[in-house]
């Protein structure tokens, strides 16, 4: 049934942009006899729709908006069973295992900042659904361009917890050399595109490696995960453009967690959420429960076929919930109620609805639970412990790898350095940073 209603979809819209192009070529034409069979239907090279005698304006708030697909209802049950995407378990108990040691991986480097011992940290808490439901369908080659928040897509590939750690403490086993603030990991291995902070950068970024890959015909798409509101930067909407008229194999998986740092969602646009502009750019388009990894495990391999064979963007906006504070700069009790928090962590989050099912199908119980949060502790400490004791990048690297020659202006710099150090030895932490560059 699913696969007949796949079927019909992609031919529908091949018959539709088929049409659309055949319009558009008669209009070039403008020729009044290949014209006359469109007379009754307006045929302006910018649009396609109907004429109306109706002097009627599209009201945004008289539109239903656009339903929010699942698989699992909250309490962990599968509602329509021909939507079980039939995982396994050792699948299943696979992507609870992530999403549980992100979880763990969080919780002890969000105290860990607390304490004073890494400068900043960005928990994930509530979005963990999201993170291993989209990567788990995707394939490895595929490519990553993620915001920040998406440290679970990088777990699930197989980013190892000594390089989370090392990153976090910018340590001289920092695939970045110390350079980025914590949690902007990247890893070429993983096909991962390193984190940069300023927002929606990474989206027409994105677009340009989709292009690439279309052109480079190599079966592969590229993902782009962004927050609700960093949609609202201009660099979102050119990528959603240029990535439908490009024809991109790209999707682009927006996390709706309610909030960008204080704003919320009420505040940052007033219509249909996010999902609402994928029509609107000409994007195949779904609203997923972001809570549900199997609905996302579903919509996000779709998508993947979808944007593969037809080379065409698609837009994922996956509904859920920011649990924890924006990051550790950040004290959430100042804009929403411990009440309303309190609310998405106990009713609707992704690793109890995942844990239900697991129990019900009978692959989990209490004392698997706990040797598996033990396990996971144990493991999360030791990396942790592994990578505060290592030293900090040799202070030369500051001076590499923008230029691959040194222009004269940065050799005089440090060359000043090097005096520098070595005439106030004393007044530096000089012993924790590594002698010379790896
Ligand atoms: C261009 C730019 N403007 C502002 C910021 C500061 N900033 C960092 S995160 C953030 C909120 C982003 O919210 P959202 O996209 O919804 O993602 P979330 O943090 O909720 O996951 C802002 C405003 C920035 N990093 N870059």
Not at 142 to 162: C, K, S
Not at 362 to 387: L, N, S
Not at 404 to 432: F, G, R, S, T
Request: proline share 4%; net charge neutral; hydrophobic share 35%.
């Amino acid at each position: 049934m699913a696969a007949v209603a796949k079927v019909s979809w992609s031919v529908i819209n091949g018959v539709r942009r088929g049409l659309w192009r055949y319009n558009t070529i008669l209009w070039s034409l403008n020729s009044r006899t290949l014209c006359s069979s469109l007379e009754e239907q307006p045929n302006f090279p910018g649009s396609r729709s109907k004429w109306t005698e109706k002097l009627d304006f599209v009201q945004p708030d008289l539109y239903d908006g656009i339903p929010v697909y699942r698989v699992m209802d909250r309490k962990g049950n599968i509602i329509d069973p021909a939507y079980d995407p039939k995982l396994g378990e050792e699948m299943v108990v696979r992507m609870y295992h992530r999403m549980t040691l992100l979880n763990t991986m969080d919780r002890i480097m969000y105290e860990s900042q607390r304490q004073g011992r890494i400068s900043f940290y960005m928990t994930n808490y509530g979005e963990e659904g999201t993170h291993i439901g989209s990567a788990a369908a995707l394939d490895e080659k595929d490519l990553v361009y993620g915001q920040y928040r998406e440290a679970g897509v990088l777990m699930w590939r197989g980013f190892p917890l000594d390089q989370f750690m090392n990153q976090c403490y910018g340590n001289e086993g920092d695939g970045g050399k110390g350079r980025q603030m914590p949690v902007h990991y990247g890893s070429l291995a993983h096909n991962f595109v390193t984190i940069s902070s300023p927002l929606a950068t990474q989206m027409p970024q994105a677009v340009g490696s989709a292009y690439a890959y279309k052109r480079a015909q190599n079966g592969q798409c590229v993902i782009c995960y962004f927050g609700e509101g960093t949609s609202s930067e201009g660099d979102a909407h050119a990528a959603f453009n240029f990535s439908a008229t490009l024809e991109c194999p790209v999707i682009f998986f927006c996390r709706n967690n309610g909030y960008a740092i204080s704003t919320p969602t009420s505040e940052q646009y007033r219509g249909d959420g996010v999902a609402a502009r994928g029509p609107a750019y000409g994007m195949a388009t779904i609203r997923v429960d972001g809570n549900d990894v199997f609905a996302v495990y579903n919509v996000t391999k779709a998508a993947r076929h979808i944007t593969i064979t037809e080379n065409r963007p698609v837009l994922i906006e996956a509904m859920t919930y920011r649990i924890g504070h924006h990051s550790t700069s950040d004290d959430s009790s100042a804009y929403r109620s411990v009440d309303e928090v309190r609310h998405w962590d106990s009713t609707q989050h992704p690793i109890a609805r995942l844990r239900a099912y697991m129990v019900s199908q009978g692959w989990w119980d209490d004392t698997k639970e706990k040797q598996w949060k033990d396990d996971c502790k144990r493991q999360v400490m030791q990396a942790f412990a592994r990578a505060e004791r290592r030293q900090k990048p040799c202070w030369k690297e500051m001076f590499t790898d923008v230029y691959d020659k040194m222009p004269d202006h940065i050799k005089e710099q440090y060359e000043y350095m090097q005096a520098h150090v070595q005439e106030y030895e004393d007044h530096y932490p000089v012993k924790n940073f590594a002698k010379e560059s790896h």
